[in-house]
Nanobody, 124 residues
Framework: QVRLLESGGGLVQSGGSLRLSCAAS????????MGWFRQAPGKEREFVAA????????AYADSVKGRFTISRDNVKTTVYLQMNSLKPEDTAVYYC?????????????????WGQGTQVTVSS
């Protein structure tokens, strides 16, 4: 059974930082590209960042480029999202997702497995 477990969310002031983690189990992690998505209240789920299986290719949404960094540890079967210079508009539930493909993908429909999400709240 595939399981993706996010952690690291919380409440932070504007300009602060958080590091999200997503621990994966039940799949051959090194064969899956990984992504982070987010969903704010009343809005659709949107792409944030993605990373290929060997981390050679990364993609970011324009809204987070230069502030967020995605990384992965294939030994620990964990993907991370380092979030710096956080803004109130980054407030959302953040979801980790796994895709059975090599390259980083930005489309929500490309992903096979999803975590339950972790709340990130940025106060102004």
């Amino acid at each position: 059974q595939v399981r993706l477990l996010e952690s690291g969310g919380g409440l932070v002031q504007s300009g602060g930082s958080l590091r999200l983690s997503c621990a994966a189990s039940g799949l051959t992690f090194s064969s899956y590209s990984m992504g982070w998505f987010r969903q704010a209240p009343g809005k659709e789920r949107e792409f944030v960042a993605a990373i290929s299986v060997r981390a050679g290719n990364r993609a970011y949404a324009d809204s987070v480029k230069g502030r967020f960094t995605i990384s992965r540890d294939n030994v620990k079967t964990t993907v991370y999202l380092q979030m710096n210079s956080l803004k109130p508009e980054d407030t959302a539930v953040y979801y980790c997702a796994a895709r059975g493909g090599v390259v980083a993908a930005t489309s929500l429909n490309s992903y096979n497995y999803w975590g339950q999400g972790t709340q990130v709240t940025v106060s102004s």
